[in-house]
Nanobody, 122 residues
Framework: QVQLVESGGGLVQAGGSLRLSCAASGDTFSNYAMAWFRQAPGKEREFVAAIKWLGIDTRYADSTKGRFTISRVNAKNTVYLQMNSLKPEDTAVYYC???????????????WGQGTQVTVSS
Protein backbone atom coordinates (compact mmCIF):
# COMPACT_ATOMS: atom_id res chain seq x y z
CA GLN A 1 0.00 0.00 0.00
CA VAL A 2 1.10 3.55 -0.68
CA GLN A 3 -0.11 6.86 0.74
CA LEU A 4 -0.10 10.00 -1.42
CA VAL A 5 -0.25 13.62 -0.23
CA GLU A 6 -0.51 16.52 -2.68
CA SER A 7 0.55 20.12 -2.11
CA GLY A 8 1.19 23.31 -4.09
CA GLY A 9 -2.31 24.25 -5.20
CA GLY A 10 -3.73 27.73 -4.84
CA LEU A 11 -4.96 30.83 -6.64
CA VAL A 12 -3.23 32.11 -9.76
CA GLN A 13 -4.11 34.53 -12.56
CA ALA A 14 -4.50 33.36 -16.13
CA GLY A 15 -1.10 33.02 -17.76
CA GLY A 16 0.62 32.23 -14.48
CA SER A 17 2.34 29.08 -13.25
CA LEU A 18 2.11 26.60 -10.39
CA ARG A 19 4.08 23.51 -9.42
CA LEU A 20 2.21 20.71 -7.67
CA SER A 21 4.01 18.13 -5.54
CA CYS A 22 2.95 14.65 -4.45
CA ALA A 23 4.79 12.91 -1.60
CA ALA A 24 4.49 9.13 -1.37
CA SER A 25 5.00 6.90 1.66
CA GLY A 26 4.25 3.38 2.88
CA ASP A 27 5.74 1.41 -0.03
CA THR A 28 8.65 1.41 -2.46
CA PHE A 29 8.04 4.52 -4.56
CA SER A 30 10.07 3.37 -7.57
CA ASN A 31 7.76 0.36 -8.04
CA TYR A 32 4.86 2.64 -9.01
CA ALA A 33 3.95 4.54 -12.11
CA MET A 34 2.57 7.93 -11.09
CA ALA A 35 -0.02 10.24 -12.59
CA TRP A 36 -2.00 13.43 -12.15
CA PHE A 37 -5.75 13.69 -12.69
CA ARG A 38 -8.13 16.61 -12.21
CA GLN A 39 -11.84 17.03 -11.54
CA ALA A 40 -14.03 20.11 -11.75
CA PRO A 41 -17.42 20.25 -9.96
CA GLY A 42 -20.07 18.27 -11.83
CA LYS A 43 -17.55 16.79 -14.28
CA GLU A 44 -15.84 13.43 -14.69
CA ARG A 45 -12.33 12.97 -13.39
CA GLU A 46 -9.90 13.71 -16.23
CA PHE A 47 -6.45 12.27 -16.91
CA VAL A 48 -3.70 14.90 -17.09
CA ALA A 49 -0.27 13.21 -17.21
CA ALA A 50 1.58 10.03 -16.22
CA ILE A 51 5.20 8.97 -15.66
CA LYS A 52 6.63 5.46 -15.29
CA TRP A 53 9.18 4.07 -12.84
CA LEU A 54 12.42 5.55 -14.22
CA GLY A 55 10.92 8.86 -15.32
CA ILE A 56 11.78 8.57 -19.02
CA ASP A 57 8.39 7.33 -20.26
CA THR A 58 5.68 9.98 -20.01
CA ARG A 59 2.20 10.56 -21.40
CA TYR A 60 0.10 13.73 -21.51
CA ALA A 61 -3.52 14.54 -22.21
CA ASP A 62 -4.07 16.49 -25.41
CA SER A 63 -5.68 19.27 -23.39
CA THR A 64 -2.35 20.24 -21.83
CA LYS A 65 -1.14 21.59 -25.21
CA GLY A 66 2.47 21.24 -24.07
CA ARG A 67 1.91 23.52 -21.06
CA PHE A 68 2.31 20.88 -18.32
CA THR A 69 5.35 18.77 -17.42
CA ILE A 70 5.34 15.73 -15.12
CA SER A 71 8.56 14.61 -13.41
CA ARG A 72 9.67 12.49 -10.47
CA VAL A 73 12.58 12.27 -8.04
CA ASN A 74 12.60 8.73 -6.70
CA ALA A 75 15.17 9.53 -4.00
CA LYS A 76 12.64 12.01 -2.56
CA ASN A 77 9.57 9.79 -3.14
CA THR A 78 8.01 12.75 -4.93
CA VAL A 79 6.28 13.43 -8.24
CA TYR A 80 5.75 16.95 -9.62
CA LEU A 81 3.44 18.66 -12.07
CA GLN A 82 4.75 21.93 -13.48
CA MET A 83 1.86 23.93 -14.94
CA ASN A 84 2.59 26.95 -17.14
CA SER A 85 0.35 29.33 -19.10
CA LEU A 86 -2.61 28.43 -16.92
CA LYS A 87 -6.14 29.05 -18.18
CA PRO A 88 -9.44 29.43 -16.28
CA GLU A 89 -10.53 26.06 -17.68
CA ASP A 90 -7.64 24.46 -15.77
CA THR A 91 -9.50 25.19 -12.53
CA ALA A 92 -10.11 21.89 -10.73
CA VAL A 93 -9.10 19.69 -7.83
CA TYR A 94 -5.87 17.98 -8.88
CA TYR A 95 -5.23 14.43 -7.65
CA CYS A 96 -2.04 12.41 -7.48
CA UNK A 97 -2.41 8.71 -8.37
CA UNK A 98 -0.29 5.54 -8.47
CA UNK A 99 -0.36 2.04 -9.95
CA UNK A 100 1.88 -1.05 -10.03
CA UNK A 101 0.53 -2.27 -13.37
CA UNK A 102 2.99 -2.71 -16.22
CA UNK A 103 1.15 -0.65 -18.83
CA UNK A 104 -0.03 2.08 -16.42
CA UNK A 105 -3.05 3.04 -18.50
CA UNK A 106 -5.17 5.92 -17.15
CA UNK A 107 -7.94 3.48 -16.15
CA UNK A 108 -5.49 1.37 -14.13
CA UNK A 109 -4.47 3.92 -11.49
CA UNK A 110 -5.90 2.70 -8.20
CA UNK A 111 -4.20 4.63 -5.38
CA TRP A 112 -5.21 8.25 -4.82
CA GLY A 113 -4.24 11.30 -2.84
CA GLN A 114 -6.71 13.69 -1.21
CA GLY A 115 -6.43 16.35 -3.90
CA THR A 116 -5.29 19.97 -4.01
CA GLN A 117 -7.37 22.87 -5.34
CA VAL A 118 -6.11 24.89 -8.30
CA THR A 119 -8.09 28.03 -9.17
CA VAL A 120 -7.18 30.15 -12.20
CA SER A 121 -8.79 33.59 -12.39
CA SER A 122 -9.47 35.45 -15.63
Amino acid sequence: QVQLVESGGGLVQAGGSLRLSCAASGDTFSNYAMAWFRQAPGKEREFVAAIKWLGIDTRYADSTKGRFTISRVNAKNTVYLQMNSLKPEDTAVYYCAATKTRRALPTEFDYWGQGTQVTVSS
